[in-house]
């Protein structure tokens, strides 16, 4: 059974560091682009950052540019969404999930397999 599993939310003051992991079980994770959303209370969920499954390409929102990194170790079928400089508009629940091929796209329909959550407040 495909299982994504999120850690690392939590509360952080504006300006601050926080590193989300996600974890993959029952399949191997370097198959596939994985990708990182959030949803923020009242609004769609949105494309963060995606990653293909070597690793060799990525790409951010507009949002995440220059503040965020995605990274992945697929010895360990984990992937990462390092998150630097955080605002009070960075807070949402993040979601990490599997693509359904090799490259990613923003569009969440392209993902087949998603992670429960995890929640990011960022405080002013």
């Known amino acids: 059974q495909v299982q994504l599993v999120e850690s690392g939310g939590g509360l952080v003051q504006a300006g601050g560091s926080q590193r989300l992991s996600c974890a993959a079980s029952?399949?191997?994770?370097?198959?596939?682009?994985m990708g990182w959303f959030r949803q923020a209370p009242g609004k769609e969920r949105e494309f963060v950052a995606g990653?293909?499954?070597?690793?060799?390409?990525?790409e951010y929102a507009d949002s995440a540019k220059g503040r965020f990194t995605i990274s992945r170790d697929n010895a360990k079928n984990t992937v990462s969404l390092q998150m630097n400089s955080l605002k009070p508009e960075d807070t949402a629940v993040y979601f990490c999930?599997?693509?359904?091929?090799?490259?990613?796209?923003?569009?969440?329909?392209?993902?087949?397999?998603w992670g429960q959550g995890t929640q990011v407040t960022v405080s002013s």
């Open positions: 029952g399949w191997i994770l370097s198959s596939y682009a």
């Open positions: 990653i293909t499954s070597s690793g060799g390409i990525t």
């Open positions: 999930a599997q693509s359904s091929r090799w490259y990613f796209t923003a569009n969440e329909n392209d993902y087949k397999s």
